[in-house]
């Protein structure tokens, strides 16, 4: 199968966009995921990262922090729009065409996610409308990942147990992982076969604040400190 895998994260840099070509692995390692039994094994095809501009970046922003339905219907219908640039990108940089793909799998934007807590359900809201991806692309999408675990009792975040399972378990070690997005998370993994599950969690705000320090200390004109510039400039207090 040739996938494509769509990403718009709390960072609001872009969206990245990846092209898989995967098969179904055998079962000898410990044979959960697959049709054929064992982990998909894949190729990575291309990628590419198309970065929102300003007036973008400041819709998301404005979606998060003061959204009213009209406002949030209009985002949801754009996001589509800008989902199926990235792919048309994505296709493009590669050379293959449309029909060639199987499936396209989008996460969306999320714009307000509340874990569950004692006595309450959580509630998540991704934006991206996939009816417009599917449209545009002429390709079947597969969407919306956070609300099925939500409904089901779940945290809904984040998503990347499986694949850091998938990539980077090994056999006779335990490993954690912290990834440091727009929202911090870490999945702890078990040895490759060993029958314990990963378990994951968020870790609180990544770099969203270092962000939103880049943007106070430049007086609006940075939205990141690209490449660690202005932190480089600072005093290390051990």
């Not at 004692?118 to 009816?131: F, K, M």
């Not at 417009?132 to 984040?158: E, K």
Request: aromatic share 4%; net charge negative.
């Amino acid at each position: 199968m040739k996938v494509v895998g769509l990403m718009s994260g709390t960072s609001m840099d872009g969206i990245d966009a990846a092209l898989l070509d995967l098969e179904d692995g055998d079962d000898s390692d410990d044979g959960e995921a697959g049709e054929g039994g064992g982990d998909p094994r894949g190729t990575l095809e291309g990628f590419v990262t198309v970065e929102y501009g300003a007036v973008r970046r400041e819709a998301l922003r404005d979606a998060v922090d003061r959204g009213d339905a009209p406002a949030l219907c209009r985002l949801h219908a754009c996001l589509g729009e800008w989902l199926a640039e990235a792919v048309h990108a994505l296709l493009a940089a590669t050379g293959v065409n449309a029909a060639a793909v199987d499936v396209i799998g989008c996460h969306g934007h999320t714009v307000w996610h509340s874990p569950p807590t004692e006595g309450r359900r959580g509630e998540t809201l991704q934006l991206g409308d996939p009816a417009t991806l599917a449209a545009r692309t002429r390709i079947p999408v597969v969407s919306d990942f956070r609300s099925a675990d939500v409904a089901a009792g779940g945290h809904g975040a984040p998503l990347v147990p499986w694949p850091d399972r998938v990539l980077l378990s090994v056999p006779g070690r335990r490993r954690a992982l912290q990834n440091l997005g727009g929202i911090g998370n870490v999945t702890w993994l078990p040895p490759r076969g060993a029958p314990e599950p990963p378990v994951a969690f968020d870790t609180g705000p990544g770099n969203v604040l270092m962000d939103l320090a880049a943007r106070r200390a430049s007086a609006g004109r940075l939205d990141c400190d690209r490449d660690g510039v202005l932190a480089a400039r600072g005093r290390v207090d051990e």
